[in-house]
């Protein structure tokens, strides 16, 4: 396991769309929970097997939220129980560790802080430069903030920075995303993230939604905004490595990259989702219940036991996501092995996306920009064929 996720609960408010596990602490329970990590990091290094750890990321919530002492205490943990010889980002080290970063709360000695914890990487909740859109969103932050975050990063020595974008707001045009994505590139970024806006269940927006306070931006103009985004920041020189992240070539999010290559990792903090030997898990979300372990590996929840098939399938559907795809010797081989005349179907299903223009076949099997369109439509039609 060179990989470690933490998840960090607390935000000053919870935005409108998020369905990530956060909480609007009034108990002012951060030591409490640095007390309760600690012990689980403790439990969990043991699994590292004295390797140099590879990848970290901190999301939330809103990681930099987190006081500055308790920061401080973390990374000093982190430092002690594990081996992060690799976390020297700019300075040689080829590992990367990433924390997630509020514009609002972004300060010089934050930035300094984790610079001097190792940290290489900071990815900045952007959502939208236009005040407007982030009032619908329930985003309080002012937009001059990002561009001031990401200055105190690299003026703390941190360099890898990466911006977080929303499109298909309700009322959002053309001009306004183009001025979101135009303002995102000059901060000169190595990494920018765009998702389009969808509305999970038991989130405020969903319920707004439902009120009638809003219509959702329409199939087509989704599917517009979304190749614009391509065309701008390819002519950046950030090409899509993953249907909503694009990069400057060897900027890819090492980490992210670790879930959808379907590599191990650990995981700590309530809600954290891990992945080891084919097991998958998440632990409870809710920070009561977490907080109530008095040991360090505490109940789980969602457990998933190794199951070849939903090996397959993940390794499809997360494979077909990146620009790279999968290779279709390895997962036709995989097939058949699991169901039998599998291959042929897939190979069939594969051909048609082919025909259509959706798929270029060889080695890898790739979606083309057309077929990322429809991403999530191909990747049903693959399971289809699987289950025959």
Known sequence: MRSLYIHTPFCSHKCHYCDFYSIVDTRDRQAPFLDRLERELEALAPFASGLPLLTIFVGGGTPSL??????????ATLGRLFDMSEMRGGDGGTGEFTV?????????????????????RVSIGAQSFNPVHLKTLERWHDPANVARAVGLARSAGILRQSVDLIFAIPGQTPSDWADDLSRAVALGTEHISCYALTYEPNTAMTARLKRGEFSPAEEELEANLFEQTLATLRSAGLDRYEVSNFARPGAECRHNMAYWRQDQWLAA????????????????????????????????V???????????????????????????????????????????????AARRMAEDGRLTLGDRWQLTDSGFLIADRLIVDFMDALEG
């Open 100 to 120: 997630e970063c509020n514009p609002e709360t972004v300060t010089p000695e934050l930035m300094a802080t984790l610079k001097e914890g190792g940290v290489s």
């Open 269 to 300: 903090g309530p809600s954290a989702s891990g992945h080891v030997a084919g097991h998958r898990w998440k632990n409870p979300p809710r920070l009561d219940d977490y907080l109530a372990v008095a040991g360090g590996l505490g109940p789980v």
């Open 66 to 75: 987190l006081r500055l002492e308790l920061w401080q205490r973390l990374l």
């Open 302 to 348: 969602d457990h998933e036991p190794p199951d070849r098939e939903r090996a397959l399938v993940e390794r499809m559907m997360t494979g077909l996501r990146l620009s790279e795809g999968f290779a279709s010797a390895e997962v036709l081989a995989e097939a058949d092995a699991i169901r039998p005349m599998a291959a042929g179907r897939l190979e069939g």
